[in-house]
C-alpha cells in the first residue's frame, strides 16, 4: 500500500488561503486516484475533493467549488490542495487519500495520511 503524509495546515484569517501537500510513499502516487476529506470536531468525515489518476478529472463538494483547488504531480509523488477564500466552517482536520476508482465516497479509499489541522479565525 502507498503512504501518505499531509503538511501546510496552520491557523489563517477567514478570506485567506492555505496549501496543503500529500506526499506518498512506497508505490507511486500515478497508480490512484486520489481524495480530500476533512473531519470537524464533533462532526463526521465528509468529501472535500478527488481528482483521477492523471488529473485530468476532478470532483468537489458543494461547499469548497469555486474555493478550492485539487492538483497533482505524479512526478513529485505529490498531490495539492490550494485553499482559497477560507470561512470558519472550513476549519477541520484534513486528510489526504488513495483508491482505486475515482470516487467521493470514503469506503473506497484504502489508504489515509494522519491528517493536518486548518484552523480559520473570524
Known amino acids: 500500500q502507498v503512504q501518505l503524509v499531509e503538511s501546510g495546515g496552520g491557523l489563517v484569517q477567514a478570506g485567506g488561503s492555505l496549501r496543503l501537500s500529500c506526499a506518498a510513499s512506497?508505490?507511486?502516487?500515478?497508480?490512484?486516484?486520489m481524495g480530500w476529506f476533512r473531519q470537524a470536531p464533533g462532526k463526521e468525515r465528509k468529501f472535500v475533493a478527488a481528482?483521477?489518476?492523471?488529473?485530468?478529472?476532478?470532483y468537489y463538494g458543494d461547499s469548497v467549488k469555486g474555493r478550492f483547488t485539487i492538483s497533482r504531480d505524479n512526478a513529485k509523488n505529490t498531490m495539492y490542495l490550494q485553499l482559497n477564500s477560507l470561512k470558519p466552517e472550513d476549519t477541520a482536520v484534513y486528510y489526504c487519500?488513495?483508491?482505486?476508482?475515482?470516487?467521493?465516497?470514503?469506503?473506497?479509499?484504502?489508504?489515509w495520511g494522519q491528517g493536518t489541522q486548518v484552523t480559520v479565525s473570524s
Open positions: 487519500a488513495a483508491s482505486e476508482i475515482l470516487t467521493t465516497e470514503s469506503g473506497h479509499f484504502r489508504s
Open positions: 512506497g508505490r507511486t502516487l500515478s497508480s490512484y486516484a
Open positions: 481528482i483521477s489518476w492523471s488529473g485530468d478529472s476532478t
